[in-house]
């Protein structure tokens, strides 16, 4: 594993991998690990690592089709799954709290709405699915049993592409997609048992735009949020609050970017704190990681 060296401007750094004005001084620049192969994996813009299969990943499209797809790092499809709900625009996954030392359950966040039209959205949560090699590549494994939060903004509607979940309380955060700065609300993990619609919290106000994607470490120490061409880090002390960590201004961590990655959304930790992965949004995307110094 080779780390490149980068003579930085004040104003500008060039790299093989992209244009940053920042080198981060926690990740190495990204290695190309494979290109997805799936032929319906062409608007990816969600991602997580699973927790059942080490080295697997569960990535899902733009969109209201509800599909989700088990892959590995070398690009290929193993599985795919449906859920089995209206769906307006998924738009992240995140992954969170194994109940009881089961199997983690994965939230699906249909929380897109570019027009800030929507009355509510939807976040759907259910245990990680087992999968069989070489069956159900071409087909669709129905998920039949998943739990669904519908919510709404304490202001307005909003878009929002970054969906999170704090591993250690369990709540569930959405960050809005919105130009000079992101909006974060919670909806804590009790919230689940109750009817009807649940108004979610808003807890803070960060400056960093267009975000596109996010994802948090599994031991949630480190908040990392993207959006095409950059990505920052906020660390979280032992105690402290998501809110009260997002007030500094974070670290910024590297992406690829255009044109190598056009329109990355997808950005998700290695659950063992190795690094993080990313992946754009078109067909036969690359996968990149960036492991950590």
């Known amino acids: 594993m080779k780390a490149f060296i980068i003579a930085c401007a004040s104003i500008l750094s060039i790299s093989m991998l992209g244009c ?6 926690s990740f190495l620049e990204g290695m190309e690990l494979s290109s997805l192969s799936g032929k319906k994996l062409d608007e990816i813009s969600g991602m997580v690592v699973s927790r059942r299969d080490p080295g697997m990943l569960w990535v899902h499209n733009d969109g209201s089709k509800g599909r989700l797809f088990a892959v590995n790092t070398n690009g290929q499809v193993l599985a795919t799954f449906s859920l089995r709900a209206d769906v307006d625009d998924l738009e992240d ?8 030392n089961g199997p983690a359950f994965l939230y699906l966040g249909d929380i897109g709405d570019n027009q800030e039209k929507r009355k509510f959205i939807r976040v759907f949560r259910f245990l990680e699915p087992e999968w069989v090699p070489g069956k159900d590549r071409d087909g669709a494994v129905s998920i039949d049993e998943f739990e669904t939060l519908i919510l709404t903004y ?13 591993p250690i309380s369990g709540d569930l955060l959405i960050v809005t997609k919105e130009h000079r700065r992101a909006r974060v609300y919670r909806a804590q993990s009790d919230r689940w048992r109750e009817p009807g619609t649940v108004r979610l919290e808003f807890v803070a106000q ?10 948090m470490s599994s031991d949630g120490a480190l908040i990392l949020l993207r959006r095409e061409e950059k990505a920052r880090l906020w660390r979280r002390h032992s105690g402290e609050t998501i809110s009260a960590a997002l007030r500094g201004p974070g670290e910024a961590v590297p992406v690829i970017g255009p044109p190598r990655e056009a329109n990355g959304e997808s950005i998700a930790f290695d659950p063992n704190g190795s690094g993080y992965y990313t992946l754009g949004e078109g067909e036969k995307e690359k996968l990149f990681f960036f492991p950590r110094k």
């Open 20 to 25: 940053r004005a920042e080198v981060s001084e």
């Open 93 to 100: 996954i995140a992954v969170g709290p194994r109940p009881e």
């Open 154 to 166: 304490p202001d307005q509607p909003h878009d929002a592409e970054a969906l999170l979940v704090d």
């Open 206 to 215: 960060i400056a960093f735009d267009d975000v596109s994607g996010g994802d």
